[in-house]
């Protein structure tokens, strides 16, 4: 009778919090809005770019880039919600000069 309750934890530990792939990435996509308005932004510096097909410059500026995204996970049936090691509002002259991202949620399916 003491191994119901270890089994019935262990075969719902198997089981992930959302039927499908499709709601645990719309539960993380939830998860990124939330961030944009909490202000989880930062600030990074574009290159100036030419546009071949234009034959135009794009003049390099600052745009705004949001610290959290949604990454697949398919071998643990899972959507990794991450963010980047950035502080909100900092400014970054090359995509990639924070160190990196961490994982801040799991949506598993």
Request: charged letters at 25%; aromatic letters at 12%.
């Amino acid at each position: 009778m003491k191994r119901v309750p270890f089994l019935l934890a262990l075969l719902l530990a198997g089981c992930g919090r959302y039927g499908s792939s499709k709601e645990a990435v719309q539960a993380c996509i939830t998860w990124k809005q939330q961030g944009l308005s909490e202000g989880r932004t930062y600030l990074l510096y574009k290159e100036a770019e030419f546009d071949i097909f234009t034959l135009k410059e794009t003049p390099a500026t600052w745009v705004k880039d949001e610290m959290r995204d949604c990454q697949p996970e398919p071998s643990t049936r899972q959507w990794l919600g991450v963010e980047a090691n950035v502080s909100p509002g900092s400014k970054h002259k090359v995509s990639g000069g924070f160190k990196g991202t961490s994982v801040k949620r799991h949506f598993r399916y």
